[in-house]
């Protein structure tokens, strides 16, 4: 099978991994790089975290829309699950999920949530930023599993261009069924980008999980 994003870079800042008391996983959007959402992880800085950006090959996880069928997004976003799963064993070496944030914008949101359904457990938290579960409308979320309280945070404007409302408020549901801790804020009018309420609730989920 094809694997389009092995062996690109992967981005750290912040504490080392080996001394780290917890760890960050900042998944860009299409057309974005890591060193783009690194921006975001600057933001998001606490002591004693490790920051960890994977890049996907020509700037983007998948080629076509998150809402297409799966299959149209094969090779690569089987691939793409790839790379977040890979980069998650090499931080548990170091640090346990439980103390691991799982965040994407966009794109990478998306990537990150579906991720994050399909292995679910424990983790430190997940923030979807502006993003929804992979798949067309009416696809079954039989995700198996549990994510045992680990909360999670959805924000997404209420017209976003690329992501209908409908779809971050699914996920939420799916997440909130599987056990999640979900926080979920649509912001009126908001354009596809990141807001400072988004920054501050995803700072409370990392000082939480570097206690």
Request: glycine share 18%; proline share 13%; aromatic share 8%.
């Given at each position: 099978m094809s694997v389009p994003h092995q062996g690109?870079?992967?981005l750290q800042a912040g504490e080392p991994l080996a001394t780290a008391r917890a760890a960050m996983i900042l998944v860009h959007g299409r057309g974005a790089s890591a060193a783009d959402i690194m921006t975001l992880g600057a933001e998001l800085m606490h002591p004693g975290v490790a920051y960890l950006a994977p890049q996907a090959a020509g700037n983007a996880w998948y080629p076509n829309p998150f809402t297409a069928p799966m299959e149209s997004n094969e090779p690569y976003l089987s691939s793409a699950l790839e790379v977040v799963g890979s980069l998650l064993a090499t931080i548990e070496k170091s640090v346990p999920a439980e103390r691991v944030i799982l965040l994407g914008f966009?794109?990478?949101a998306c990537l990150t949530l579906e991720f994050a359904a399909r292995n679910a457990r424990r983790y430190g938290g997940v923030a979807g930023l502006s993003g929804g579960l992979i798949g067309p409308e009416g696809t079954p979320r039989d995700y198996s599993g549990?994510?045992?309280?680990?909360?999670?945070f959805q924000g997404c404007s209420d017209v976003d261009p690329h992501i209908g409302k409908d779809r971050v408020l699914e996920a939420a549901d799916v997440y909130r069924r599987m056990?999640?801790?979900v926080t979920v804020k649509?912001?009126?009018?908001m354009g596809h980008?990141?807001?400072d309420d988004e920054l501050q609730a995803v700072r409370e989920i990392v000082v939480a999980a570097a206690r």
């Open positions: 690109q870079p992967v966009s794109q990478g549990s994510f045992d309280g680990t909360p999670a056990g999640a801790m649509l912001y009126p009018g980008t990141v807001n």
